[in-house]
């Protein structure tokens, strides 16, 4: 199993449509969880942390299933600037320092 | 303004040739990162530092090389011996005090001719 694997995509969805990503991982003692935006060609920007209890940001609402080892992202009422690259992020094996991206999963909003 | 900056933000190499990336941060993160993007495919560690005078390899260290003399400061040396370096680099940094989010700068693409 990769330590990181999200849904490959592309996801291609109309404005107002609600979308939903879902991301594997491996590392079971795992303790921190994020989803970053990675808009084409620019750095990789925090979107939000995923908390236990699950967490929510406006129309962004982050769950996270640690039986399952799966975390998930759901984007509600999508607006053309949601179109950008989604990548699951989860501490990685042997250091709290350093991060597992995922590959990401491209979303695309179309008016 | 606080942040990470990157420089240059393209770099042309010919093959042979070593080249030196920067970062530097003004956050006061004690963490600095260095990872590596191809067309396609997720971020890859190359090298990491907790504190000043310290660092460790990521999991694509070969080819590439570090320093951390100041804690603002963590550049990159892409070696001759680094078989494919045409990528997009990135820098990052956090607190390294029990907060993992990690925040990044512009990136550098290089290219070899």
């Known amino acids: 199993r990769k330590e990181v694997e999200q849904d490959p995509g592309p996801f291609n969805v109309p404005e107002g449509a609600t979308v939903a990503f879902n991301c594997t991982y491996s590392?079971?003692?795992?303790?921190?969880f994020f989803w970053y935006r990675q808009d084409c060609r620019k750095e990789p920007k925090l979107l939000m942390s995923v908390y236990s209890s699950g967490n929510e940001d406006g129309r962004f609402t982050a769950q996270l299933n640690r039986a399952s080892q799966y975390i998930s992202l759901l984007i509600r009422d999508s607006k053309l600037s949601d179109s950008a690259t989604y990548l699951c992020v989860v501490n990685g094996r042997g250091s709290n320092y350093k991060l597992t991206f995922g590959k990401g999963t491209l979303l695309t909003v179309n008016p | 303004d606080g942040g990470i900056t990157q420089s240059p933000k393209y770099l042309f190499r010919k093959e042979g040739q070593n080249v030196t990336l920067s970062c530097e941060q003004n956050?006061?993160?004690?963490?600095m990162y260095w990872y590596r993007q191809d067309p396609g495919q997720g971020l890859r560690l190359i090298y990491y530092s907790q504190i000043v005078n310290d660092f460790q390899k990521g999991d694509i260290a070969e080819g590439y090389s570090v320093s951390r003399e100041k804690k603002e400061s963590f550049p990159l040396t892409v070696t001759s011996a680094q078989k494919n370096p045409t990528a997009f680099y990135l820098c990052?940094?956090?607190?390294?005090?029990?907060?993992?989010?990690?925040?990044f700068g512009p990136g550098t693409r290089l290219t070899v001719l």
């Open positions: 956050l006061n993160h004690d963490a």
């Open positions: 990052a940094s956090n607190s390294g005090t029990g907060v993992y989010t990690q925040y």
């Open positions: 590392n079971s003692a795992s303790q921190s």
